[in-house]
């Protein structure tokens, strides 16, 4: 049943590794965004907190595979990217499927680090004012660490989910796992078993990234033990 892949091993390899820097590159644009736009939401200027308001409400409120098409084909039009290969793909191709990933990420983590930093007791806020710290030392030396502890599962849970979600750029012709399955099966005239091979990936993938996350998560709990 798996007997083609002998032949097509290279071809889900090459997949598996535009899967895996796709997602690593959304994930850090995703984390970005979400502290930018977590910063504004909290703002105590109205127009910043608005803008988040609404960009959380779009992104989150529409379908991923429209705004990575529209993404793709707005920046194709306002910037040229050069049409060189990377794992089989153009980077006029990755380069604005990986924004879009990490665009769409960025909303979902925004509200994560929200949930977090008001999951923080206020005195912490207060302790730090108090020591002469300004607000936004406080924010990222006392507020935002704690916050993170707490937000690992859900953070862990959005980038797994990204990884999936990275399966939408074979619309737009990024030779990721899914594209590549979907390729080795008109060839085969058969979908299933490469099919099958790609799930298979996207568990390990996934799999892997949840135990890392697991990991870490603990070693960050046994330290807050060790300094309380």
Not at 96 to 101: C, E, H
Not at 108 to 137: D, H, V, W
Not at 144 to 167: D, M
Request: aromatic content about 10%; cysteine-free; glycine content about 10%.
């Amino acid at each position: 049943m798996f007997g083609f892949m002998k032949q097509y091993y290279p071809v889900f390899l090459e997949g598996t590794a535009q899967t895996i820097i796709i997602s690593i590159i959304g994930i850090l644009i995703g984390i970005l965004l979400g502290l930018l736009f977590v910063m504004m939401r909290l703002s105590k200027l109205k127009v910043f907190e608005y803008l988040a308001r609404v960009y959380i409400a779009i992104v989150r409120g529409t379908p991923s595979m429209i705004q990575v098409m529209l993404i793709y084909y707005t920046l194709s039009k306002v910037i040229s990217v050069p049409q060189v290969q990377f794992l089989g793909s153009g980077l006029d191709r990755v380069i604005p499927g990986s924004i879009a990933l990490g665009i769409n990420s960025g909303a979902y983590t925004a509200e994560i680090f929200r949930s977090g930093i008001i999951s923080i007791s206020r005195g912490q806020t207060e302790a730090g004012l108090s020591l002469g710290l300004s607000e936004k030392t406080t924010m990222f030396s006392i507020v935002l660490p704690q916050a993170v502890r707490n937000i690992l599962p859900a953070l862990g849970n959005e980038f797994i989910s990204l990884i999936k979600e990275s399966s939408v750029l074979f619309y737009i012709g990024v030779q990721e796992v899914t594209a590549q399955a979907l390729g080795v099966g008109g060839t085969l005239y058969n979908f299933v078993p490469p099919l099958i091979v790609a799930a298979s990936i996207y568990f390990v993938l996934t799999f892997l990234l949840s135990q890392l996350m697991q990991f870490i998560e603990k070693k960050m709990g046994r330290k807050y033990i060790q300094s309380n």
